[in-house]
């Protein structure tokens, strides 16, 4: 018998960053700008900020 979880078509979890938002960050980044200034800029938090400089760090 399927839990009521596993039959629901729904998503679980917090939508995935807008990918606009996501290549902004990045840019902002490459460019230097304060980590601060970019969550304000890319209308993002400080932790995504924080998140994508080491995903961008991790992949280098």
Do not use: C, F, H, W
Request: proline fraction near 5%; hydrophobic fraction near 40%.
């Amino acid at each position: 018998m399927q839990s009521g979880l596993a039959r629901s078509q729904k998503r679980n979890g917090r939508p995935p960053l807008d990918p606009e938002k996501d290549r902004r960050a990045r840019r902002l980044l490459a460019r230097g700008e304060s980590l601060t200034v970019i969550a304000k800029k890319a209308k993002i938090g400080l932790a995504t900020v924080y998140r994508i400089k080491a995903q961008i760090a991790e992949a280098a």
